[in-house]
């Protein structure tokens, strides 16, 4: 291959590279926008189930969502810190001792965390909401995950109880 050949199938192969990159990440970009579209999505349809299924008063959803809101996001912050916990030591086998008491150890103190988490939340909602609407978030809470759960599955849009 003489010196003009070789400069130019190394200058279509950096095109090529370039291209390639440039298509991947931009359908990476993509993705990212879509999966927030969805939580988005989401989320507004958590807030719409969550405010019918408890019959919020205008006077308590204005106290409730700020609150609820702050709790979601620091569970969620929880959550994907220990799921990253999980990932950095993922195959057990090859794992020593140390490292499998310490993953262990771990997970215990994640659930008292997200335990605490809920305690903190738990008092703050008390102050807030009737106790039966309380009581009721927790129950709304699990509804609202079952059906979604059960939605990306492919078999039902979430319902309501028709609790009041």
Known sequence: MNQKNFSVFLLGFVLITFC????????????????????????????????????????????????????????????????????????????TEQQLLELADADIANMEEMVRLRREYHERFKKILPLKKVIQLYETERDFNRSLFRETRGQQRPAGRGRN
């Open 20 to 95: 390639t990159e440039t298509a991947l990440a931009q359908r990476g970009q993509r993705e990212r926008q879509e999966r927030h579209e969805r939580h988005e999505q989401i989320e507004a349809r958590r807030v719409a189930f969550i405010t019918r299924e408890l019959s919020l008063t205008p006077a308590e959803a204005q106290e409730f969502w700020p609150v609820y809101n702050e709790y979601n996001q620091k569970r969620a912050q929880m959550m994907a810190r220990h799921r990253q916990q999980r990932m950095n030591m993922e195959n057990l086998e090859n794992l």
